[in-house]
């Protein structure tokens, strides 16, 4: 049997050696519940380390579910020390000598932990609910030719807090001050490859959908009526762009 981890920093020390596939698999697997169950202290002071370590990680053992345990793990620690990993986001979604796939990776932790923050329900999600609600009152009884709507224990949905509303204007505004702008390279390296360059249009879109869900979790947040000024701003800039569509 392997040693796994009982603390962040030992998680992390095992995500750069990356000696060892099951270690490396159990490790992985633990880090949501170590996170939850850490000091909030220690979870900061390691958070961006963390991060950084998961971001980084190869596969090299083809690890079944490497990729969704990663996601997991990511989202997990953004959501603790949302501040510190915005920026880490930020340096990997418009870092020098990144892929596509990496920088469009990124952007799915930022909608991960925006949707885990407000407690974001998606519309599959909801439709499903509202059409068993629908099949649920179908079968209520009649009296006469009216509906007892009151017969039945009605459940109250319960109410969660919107963590992510104050988190917004940081989430959304790091994103969308890079827009058009060309990816940072290396220092004394001038590059003009950005997000409206051609070969880039299916981070071009991920970026404005993410952009738009951070708005979608926002809610009501004194945020958001400039995020949504900024947003049209950005589609108006994308009127002439050649795949407009």
């Given amino acids: 049997p392997v040693l796994v981890p009982t603390f962040l920093r030992d998680c992390v020390h095992v995500l750069h050696k990356n000696e060892n596939a099951r270690l490396m ?49 990511a989202v997990k620690i953004t959501v603790a020390s949302p501040s510190r990993c915005v920026r880490v986001l930020l340096d990997e979604t418009f870092g020098p000598e990144r892929s596509v796939g990496d920088r469009i990776a990124s952007l799915h932790i930022v909608e991960g932990a925006a949707r885990s923050l407000s407690s974001f329900i998606d519309n599959t999600i909801r439709v499903e609910k509202e059409k068993k609600t629908q099949k649920q009152s179908t079968t209520s009884p009649l009296v006469g030719k009216s509906r007892r709507w009151g017969s039945g224990r009605r459940e109250k949905a319960p109410s969660q807090p919107n963590r992510f509303a104050p988190l917004a204007g940081i989430f959304f ?73």
């Fill in 173 to 245: 505004f790091s994103l969308s001050s890079q827009f058009a702008k060309p990816f940072r390279t290396p220092r004394g390296v001038t590059s003009n490859v950005s997000m409206l360059t051609p070969g880039f249009e299916g981070f071009l879109i991920r970026y404005i959908e993410t952009l738009g869900l951070l708005i979608r979790c926002a809610r009501l947040s004194s945020s958001t009526p400039k995020m949504c000024s900024t947003m049209i701003k950005i589609a108006l800039s994308l009127r002439y762009h050649k795949n407009v569509d």
């Fill in 25 to 73: 698999g159990e490790t992985l697997t633990k880090i949501p519940s170590l996170i939850e169950s850490s000091r909030s202290d220690d979870v900061h002071t390691m958070a961006t380390a963390l991060l950084s370590a998961i971001l980084h990680l190869d596969d090299k053992y083809a690890l079944p579910g490497f990729s969704k345990s990663c996601y997991n793990a």
